[in-house]
């Protein structure tokens, strides 16, 4: 069983950051991959960042550069540094969980709810 809770999004200006942390409830995480989804109004939710059990990260080539993924499975927590914010990041960002990096960024098997990043000017 995997929980997923997100916090830390809100509003910021273009050009500042924000760091979003994922709480993960249950003893199967340290295998398990975990990363990042977001969905833009009127838009398609696309894949940020994900990052495997071995500490092996990846992104999405929007954000490469810019956000940064973590994991502590000390604090069974899973952190997205998100630096130089734009507009175009404005989205809901949702935490995912799946038992291996290719099931993640192809169908997830656990959601978070979701948290709201907003960039303003």
């Known amino acids: 069983q995997v929980q997923l809770q997100e916090s830390g999004g809100g509003l910021v200006q273009a050009g500042g950051s924000l760091r979003l942390s994922c709480a993960v409830a249950g003893n199967i995480f340290r295998t398990y991959a975990v990363g990042w989804f977001r969905e833009a109004t009127g838009k398609e939710r696309e894949f940020v960042a994900g990052v495997a059990w071995t500490g092996v990260s990846t992104s999405s080539d929007s954000v490469k550069g810019r956000f940064t993924i973590s994991r502590d499975d000390d604090q069974n927590m899973v952190h997205l540094q998100m630096n130089r914010l734009k507009a175009d990041d404005t989205a809901v960002y949702y935490c995912?969980?799946?038992?291996?990096?290719?099931?993640?960024?192809?169908?997830?098997?656990?959601w978070g709810q979701g948290t709201q990043v907003t960039v303003s000017s």
């Open positions: 995912a969980a799946a038992p291996d990096s290719v099931v993640l960024r192809r169908a997830p098997a656990y």
